[in-house]
């Protein structure tokens, strides 16, 4: 009876880093969306017909590229942690990346409704 073919140890470790990267890719394009439903809100508003309310579309732009910071803080955890070991990810991080993710979809989901 053979053993299956070998596995290499390093490619394991270099799809989740692949991995990781990728999903944070795909929440900055999430963030940028909210950025540019600011952006379009700022431009669309006439001068002074907002004067002194808060802007609830930039505070979501903000609070979107704080958790876009996050996340992309957690990938380089990750991956410098995957280059060191194959060992499973720190809590605290997976906790700081889910936190980092409801924020931003909660973020986005607001510049959504407010954006109508």
């Given at each position: 009876?053979?053993?299956g073919?070998?596995?290499d140890p390093g490619?394991?470790?270099?799809r989740t880093s692949l991995a990781w990267?990728?999903?944070v890719l795909a929440l900055v394009v999430v963030?940028?969306?909210?950025?540019?439903?600011w952006a379009l809100a700022v431009t669309r508003a006439a001068p002074g017909s907002a004067a002194g309310a808060p802007d609830y579309l930039g505070i979501c732009a903000l609070t979107a590229m704080a958790a876009t910071v996050?996340?992309?803080?957690?990938v380089l955890a990750r991956g410098r942690e995957l280059r060191s070991s194959s060992a499973a990810p720190r809590a605290a991080l997976m906790r700081w990346?889910?936190?980092a993710v409801v924020?931003?979809?909660g973020s986005a989901v607001a510049a959504v409704a407010l954006g109508r």
């Open positions: 009876m053979s053993a073919p070998r596995r490619l394991q470790p270099e990267r990728r999903t963030d940028l969306l909210v950025w540019r439903s996050v996340l992309c803080l957690c990346a889910a936190a924020v931003l979809a």
